[in-house]
């Protein structure tokens, strides 16, 4: 078995041309259930007891998840080249659901300091371009506490999805659903029109609504970091 190991993890390093990441991750995974079974027939109890070992270990079901995944395609190598006459994950049905995630919520008092510390920086700017920056930052946060966007919504914010004449939204969000948004706050409309002018520009050889210093769409990590920066700054962790 550890002799179609290695052979597999080549095929799968030069003939799928996977990534060196994933290579190890698939290494890790397998050896792991080798050092489990002991060598023992890798039979539907095994699978079954193994399974069980995994969900006493880890506590983060995706990671499970993935660990099975990588023993499944393992065995289905060993299948397709007729290394082994039947596949034990033929017989197992396996489902394992990840408990749902309820959305962060954002307390008030975290979004005063973050949107105060937010305006301060562009006040105390000293450059065009920090200027600039700061402006699109405080921009993305209010936006966001104001409206429950998601970030990658927030991101793929189109020129012609947001009319700020008429405070006026389109949103796609998963599955490509359709919704409007009002933004009925003044303030928030301000400093969204002083980031459309400061970067106009920029966004005239665009699509979206919030791009970053290279003129390329804002990216979900960038808005994270932008976040995270207030929070480390405010020792909000």
């Keep these: 078995m550890k002799e179609r190991l290695e052979t597999y993890l080549n095929e799968c390093r ?7 990441k994933t290579i190890k991750a698939y290494s890790i995974d397998l050896k792991q259930f080798l050092t489990y079974s002991q060598d023992r027939e890798c039979s ?6 193994y399974i069980g070992y995994l969900s006493r ?3 983060k079901p995706r990671t499970i998840k993935r660990k099975i995944a990588s023993l499944k395609a393992f ?3 060993l299948e397709l080249d007729d290394y082994i006459e039947h596949n034990p994950f033929n017989k197992i049905r396996f489902k394992y659901k990840e408990p749902l995630l309820l959305p962060r919520t954002v307390d008030l008092q975290y979004m005063t300091l973050i949107l105060k510390k937010a ?3 562009i006040h105390q700017s ?3 371009y920090e200027i600039k920056t700061t402006t699109r930052n405080a921009a993305v946060i209010e936006l966001l506490f104001s409206t429950g966007l998601r970030v990658s919504e927030l991101c793929n914010i189109k020129k012609e999805e947001i009319n700020l ?15 409007s948004l009002y933004i009925g706050n003044y303030k928030v409309l301000q400093i969204l029109k002083e980031y459309a002018c400061l970067f106009q520009d920029q966004m005239d050889n665009s699509i979206f609504f919030f791009i970053n210093r290279n003129g390329n769409r804002l990216s979900e990590q960038s808005v994270r970091f932008i976040l995270r920066h207030y929070e480390r700054v405010l020792k909000l962790n």
């Design 57 to 59: 270990l880890y506590s």
């Design 119 to 121: 305006y301060e920086d």
């Design 126 to 128: 000293r450059s065009s």
């Design 165 to 179: 004449d008429q405070g006026q939204l389109l949103i796609y969000g998963k599955g490509a659903k359709e919704r």
């Design 14 to 20: 030069l003939q799928k041309n996977l990534s060196t």
């Design 44 to 49: 539907r109890e095994l699978l079954n007891d």
């Design 75 to 77: 065995f289905n190598y």
